[in-house]
Nanobody
Framework: QVQLVESGGGLVEAGGSLRLSCAAS???????VGWFRQAPGKERTFVAS????????DYAASVKGRFTIFRGNAKNTVYLQMNDVKPEDTAVYYC?????????????WGHGTQVTVSS
């Protein structure tokens, strides 16, 4: 099992920055941590991911160059640094974990944190 707690969401003006945090706890070995988002009336979509070991990252085209995913000094925490945000970035942001035993499936999810970008 993995417990995930997101924080850092809020209201930000277009062009501004925001940093989301995802704290993970539990005994399950983690393969990858991902950030996803869901805008009102839309499906949840992939934003970024990072391999727990090695740190390889991947980004959706819509955020590449603006968002950065990284692990902090508190090693069980993954961050999503959001720069130059746009109104279309408004969504509930979720972090998720793909365990070592099932690398191709995000089995564990947090409850989400709201990000609202004003124009």
């Amino acid at each position: 099992q993995v417990q995930l707690v997101e924080s850092g969401g809020g209201l930000v003006e277009a062009g501004g920055s925001l940093r989301l945090s995802c704290a993970a706890s539990g005994p399950t070995l983690i393969y990858s941590v991902g950030w996803f988002r869901q805008a009102p009336g839309k499906e949840r979509t992939f934003v970024a991911s990072i391999r727990w070991t090695g740190g390889n990252t991947d980004y959706a085209a819509s955020v590449k160059g603006r968002f950065t995913i990284f692990r902090g000094n508190a090693k069980n925490t993954v961050y999503l640094q959001m720069n130059d945000v746009k109104p279309e970035d408004t969504a509930v942001y979720y972090c998720a974990v793909a365990p070592e035993v099932r690398r191709n499936q995000y089995d564990y999810w947090g409850h989400g944190t709201q990000v609202t970008v004003s124009s």
